[in-house]
């Protein structure tokens, strides 16, 4: 198979996942209005609809990454930018496409955009999380609140 023929089939699997992400979005977001109309009956039922309304909500926030991310991957394809990194310029290779069909840059590339990412997560000012202007600087774990999820 050429590489213009893969293509033309990660076209196809392209537009069979959006579909499948947009139907699902729809259902996700329906449930949560029905879920929302509902009254709840007590304390224990409303923690339970709220939990399962937050992993819908981060559900559908992964789909809805994963949808633009394919209609990014669709847009290349009508430019005929697919498949080309927007680092260096080279071919991806079709392997990867096949693992991550709406990649945009090669392994290489991605390898150094992590590198550079988390390089600069070291550099932090954690001075600025404290109050330097005075008042009371003795926190105790109780005064965080964290969240766990």
Do not use: F
């Not at 537009?15 to 209005?33: E, N, Q, T, V």
């Not at 992964?62 to 847009?75: G, T």
């Not at 005929?80 to 590339?109: E, F, M, S, V």
């Not at 001075?127 to 005064?143: A, E, Q």
Request: one cysteine or more; a negative charge; aromatic letters at 2%.
């Amino acid at each position: 198979m050429t590489r213009k023929e893969a293509i033309r089939n990660m076209h196809q699997v392209l537009i069979k996942r959006r579909d499948a992400l947009r139907k699902a979005l729809a259902g996700d977001l329906s449930l949560l209005k029905e879920l929302s109309a509902q009254a709840s009956g007590d304390v224990v039922d409303a923690a339970l609809d709220s939990v399962q309304d937050e992993i819908s909500s981060q559900l559908a926030e992964v789909e809805s990454r994963e949808l633009a991310r394919i209609e990014v991957a669709l847009e290349r394809m009508r430019e005929g930018q697919y498949g080309i990194c927007d680092g260096c310029g080279t071919n991806i290779p079709l392997a990867r496409l096949n693992a991550l069909p709406y990649a945009t840059l090669c392994i290489k590339c991605q390898r150094e955009a992590e590198r550079e990412g988390s390089s600069g997560s070291n550099n932090v000012d954690w001075s600025r999380l404290l109050d330097v202007h005075g008042g009371d600087n003795d926190v105790s774990i109780n005064d965080l609140e964290l969240d766990v999820s």
